[in-house]
């Protein structure tokens, strides 16, 4: 963790007054954004969503703020030229590999791919930088962020629990959509092992995007090597064909063709497009080409955090009796 001084939370960014050069109110910070395609160097935060009357919304660049203290957002331009800013649907005012921290990560449940753990998220952590930006960290666990966000610190123990944001895969439907389509992700970058781990973590229909991704050699590795139930599961959720052609390779033992440094393939999904109409955003997925588009069956609440009870699932075994080549 950096110096205190140069870390803020975005739970205590949020909500405080966005202000004009002349002191007037404009609205209020409702949340940050963070464009993840950068291919090297630190995450920043690229605008500021601002809430006004009415419930209209700016979405102002980062470049337009003046200041930013403990109890205020002061912005360089005046109420007049934040005009040119005004959005009506956020969503579609976004950026295609462009989340918003608050609605996508704040109090949404992540994979720490290192510590092979789901968490859920108590606060973003963010860090300023000496060119007066905001660089996005990692994220706090645990319950002792919740309690110091309910403003309860004597309860809080004195460790920190941060993932950083290089550790983590995020498990909102945008957020996890971008991931994919960002090659830079950790979800890039994991053996099939690890892999294993994360597809274990998440409902199925993001499991099966995962490994859209990554190609049928590495899909039908993880599967190998996953518990049987989550390897059942998975290949149930696939298309006959492209499940088909995973349960054979998984059957010939077949390795597929990724290499590893010290344990972590080097891109192990670049340049194995798959062809699927199960995952809900793109036949041919690659990560360079996954367009990132809300599933148009949008997932409740319940869906979205569901995870399989293994007692429920038929053994492995049954694998071959269901699923057939075409």
């Known amino acids: 963790m950096r110096h205190a001084a140069t870390v803020l939370l975005l739970s205590r960014v949020t909500g405080q007054d966005v202000l004009g050069p002349d002191g007037r109110v404009i609205g209020r910070l409702a949340d940050l954004t963070a464009d993840l395609v950068e291919e090297s160097g630190p995450h920043l935060v690229d605008r500021v969503l601002v809430r006004r009357g009415r419930?209209?919304?700016?979405?102002?660049?980062?470049?337009?703020?003046?200041?930013?203290?403990?109890?205020?957002?002061?912005?360089?331009?005046?109420?007049?030229?934040?005009?040119?800013?005004?959005?009506d649907d956020v969503t579609a005012a976004?950026?295609?590999?462009?989340?918003?921290?608050?609605?996508?990560?704040?109090?949404?449940?992540?994979?720490?791919?290192?510590?092979?753990?789901?968490?859920?998220?108590?606060?973003v952590v963010l860090a300023r930088t000496a060119e007066g930006r905001l660089e996005l960290l990692g994220v706090e666990v645990g319950f002792g962020g919740v309690l110091r966000r309910l403003r309860l610190?004597?309860?809080?123990?004195?460790?920190?629990?941060?993932?950083?944001?290089?550790?983590?895969?995020?498990?909102?439907?945008?957020?996890?959509?971008?991931?994919?389509?960002?090659?830079?992700?950790?979800?890039?970058?994991?053996?099939?092992?690890?892999?294993?781990e994360l597809v274990s973590r998440v409902d199925t229909e993001s499991a099966t995007e995962i490994l859209a991704v990554t190609g049928p050699g590495v899909a039908a590795e993880?599967?190998?090597?996953?518990?049987?139930?989550?390897?059942?599961?998975?290949?149930?959720?696939?298309?006959?064909?492209?499940?088909?052609?995973?349960?054979?390779?998984?059957?010939?033992?077949?390795?597929?063709?990724?290499?590893?440094?010290?344990?972590?393939?080097?891109?192990?999904?670049?340049?194995?497009p798959v062809t699927t109409s199960n995952a809900g955003f793109s036949e041919v997925m690659t990560p360079s080409r996954f367009t990132v588009k809300m599933t148009s069956r949008a997932r409740s609440t319940s869906d979205r955090y569901r995870f399989w009870d293994a007692r429920r699932l038929r053994a492995a075994s049954t694998w071959k009796a269901t699923v057939r080549p075409a």
């Open 55 to 87: 419930g209209s919304y700016l979405l102002v660049p980062w470049g337009t703020v003046a200041n930013l203290g403990h109890n205020q957002l002061v912005l360089a331009v005046d109420a007049a030229d934040t005009e040119q800013y005004a959005v």
């Open 94 to 123: 976004l950026g295609d590999h462009e989340i918003l921290l608050a609605r996508d990560v704040l109090d949404t449940q992540v994979v720490d791919v290192v510590g092979t753990r789901l968490a859920r998220v108590a606060d």
């Open 153 to 196: 610190p004597a309860l809080v123990g004195s460790g920190e629990d941060i993932v950083a944001w290089s550790d983590l895969h995020l498990t909102s439907e945008r957020g996890h959509a971008v991931q994919l389509a960002t090659p830079r992700s950790a979800v890039h970058h994991l053996n099939a092992r690890g892999l294993a």
């Open 222 to 272: 993880v599967v190998r090597v996953a518990h049987p139930s989550v390897g059942e599961r998975i290949l149930r959720a696939m298309p006959g064909p492209v499940a088909a052609r995973s349960l054979a390779q998984v059957s010939s033992g077949a390795s597929p063709a990724t290499s590893e440094t010290n344990g972590r393939p080097t891109q192990c999904a670049a340049g194995n």
